[in-house]
T-cell receptor
Framework: GENVEQHPSTLSVQEGDSAVIKCTYSDSASNYFPWYKQELGKRPQLIID?????GEKKDQRIAVTLNKTAKHFSLHITETQPEDSAVYFC??????????????FGQGTTLQVKP | GAVVSQHPSWVICKSGTSVKIECRSLDFQATTMFWYRQFPKQSLMLMAT?????????EQGVEKDKFLINHASLTLSTLTVTSAHPEDSSFYIC????????????FGPGTRLLVL
């Protein structure tokens, strides 16, 4: 069945360093790849997303890259700050008017940014 | 924009009782709503997908008679946990999507259920 693998499960970096989280997906039909940030006890918040017709997208310190051939995508956070500490989830799904929009989530990465 | 509310935020109930959780999209019409379950330090596990006015689609292994989902309007979906047992204790989160060309899911704040 559909599956999304996310690595690493935990990541600890020094403030100011970069952090990279990687995901691979199994369904080659997937065309929508969002990333969510979840702080303890709170709801997941969308931080960036990318569609399959784009290879890279950037929003300030956050960037996402997509390699459709290899079926993997990555989240890059530069100049990390303590407030970036949270659990990050990648997801893959099918967007478009004829699809349900269902997402399959990765296992999550706990990012700790040390001051 | 794109705010989703969920009520209640937490509930404690006795084993055997039923609990209803509401999910509302406050400033947009949600063609599709999703219900997830999240265990501590784990990922989001999709339970079911519901479209307004039609029956929900349940994921494999999720008992449809135990987790009743109703999506009566474009802004409201409800999840009823029937005859709750301690193993149903969990964090339940809904999300809402406008669907179509806008697949983004916006999440509610979640409901923490404890069944005694």
């Amino acid at each position: 069945g559909e599956n999304v693998e996310q690595h690493p499960s935990t990541l600890s970096v020094q403030e100011g360093d970069s952090a990279v989280i990687k995901c691979t997906y199994s369904d080659s039909a997937s065309n929508y790849f969002p990333w969510y940030k979840q702080e303890l006890g709170k709801r997941p918040q969308l931080i960036i997303d990318i569609r399959s017709n784009v290879g890279e997208k950037k929003d300030q310190r956050i960037a996402v890259t997509l390699n459709k051939t290899a079926k993997h995508f990555s989240l890059h956070i530069t100049e990390t700050q303590p407030e970036d500490s949270a659990v990050y989830f990648c997801a893959a799904g099918l967007g478009g008017s004829s699809n349900t929009g269902k997402l399959i989530f990765g296992q999550g990465t706990t990012l700790q940014v040390k001051p | 924009g794109a705010v989703v509310s969920q009520h209640p935020s937490w509930v404690i109930c006795k084993s055997g009782t039923s609990v209803k959780i509401e999910c509302r999209s406050l400033d947009f019409q949600a063609t599709t709503m999703f219900w997830y379950r999240q265990f501590p330090k784990q990922s989001l596990m999709l339970m079911a997908t519901s479209n307004e006015g039609s029956k929900a689609t349940y994921e494999q292994g999720v008992e449809k008679d135990k987790f009743l989902i109703n999506h009566a309007s474009l802004t409201l979906s409800t999840l009823t946990v029937t005859s709750a047992h301690p193993e149903d204790s969990s964090f339940y989160i809904c999300s809402a999507s406008q669907g179509g060309r806008s697949p983004t899911q916006y999440f509610g704040p979640g409901t923490r259920l404890l069944v005694l």
